[in-house]
């Protein structure tokens, strides 16, 4: 089975800190991808990437950034956390674009 | 327009009804489809992908309609494990390498 995990499954951050939210997949994925999900609001994608050290902007890249590194690691980074992105994260793997996505377990981030 | 449109539910139904959920999409460059299913503050699990030719996997059924950029998801015989919100996928841009979501559709079958 295919296995995405992220680092933490609830975070409390408060305003202005820098955050850093893990994802490693362990099935040799090349695309990776970070959602977050807001009430109403449904998915949206932050950013995502089809290789190593590549990435491409989603929907809503503001105040976020990202890294890739590694083929089985993406890591999403609030560079000054702010109380709007409070929400829930949810990393995202796929081998190919036409093939389905699995998500990990996805962290829910309070900023205070 | 949003590039995913479903039913805005939520779809309140008795065991063993049949449902429908309906679902648009605006790229028409979109190549792959999928319903997945996402249970109260879980992550959302692939259900099933969608074929051109329709598909059914046990008492689920997807039809895509390529022509009218449509695609369902008719569930039969519903369970109370199969309340859960019901999101239809499909891969978004021209290089076919993010996946679009659908606000998804509430599913509550009771007993």
């Known amino acids: 089975d295919v296995k995405v995990t992220q680092s933490s499954r609830y975070l409390v951050k408060r305003t202005g800190e820098k955050v850093f939210l893990e994802c490693v997949q362990d099935?040799?994925?090349?695309?990776m991808f970070w959602y977050r999900q807001d009430p109403g609001l449904g998915l949206r994608l932050i950013y995502f990437s089809y290789d190593v050290k590549m990435k491409e902007k989603g929907d809503i890249p503001e105040g976020y950034s990202v890294s890739r590194e590694k083929k089985e690691r993406f890591s999403l980074i609030l560079e000054s956390a702010s109380t709007n992105q409070t929400s829930m994260y949810l990393c995202?793997?796929?081998?190919?674009?036409?093939?389905?996505?699995?998500f990990g377990q996805g962290t829910r981030l309070t900023v205070v | 327009r949003k590039e995913v449109e479903q039913d805005p539910g939520p779809f309140n139904v008795p065991e063993g009804a049949t449902v429908a959920f309906n679902c648009t999409y605006s790229n028409s460059a979109s190549q792959s489809f999928f319903w997945y299913r996402q249970d109260c503050r879980k992550e959302p699990k692939l259900l099933m992908s969608?074929?051109?030719s329709g598909n059914e996997d046990g008492r689920f059924t997807a039809q895509l309609n390529r022509a009218s950029q449509y695609i369902s998801l008719l569930i039969r015989d519903s369970k109370l494990s199969d309340s859960a919100t019901y999101l239809c996928?499909?891969?978004?841009?021209?290089?076919?390498?993010?996946?679009?979501f659908g606000p998804g559709t509430r599913l509550s079958v009771l007993p």
């Open positions: 969608v074929y051109s």
């Open positions: 099935m040799d994925h090349e695309n």
């Open positions: 995202a793997s796929s081998w190919r674009a036409s093939t389905e996505a699995f």
């Open positions: 996928v499909v891969n978004g841009d021209n290089y076919g390498q993010n996946f679009v």
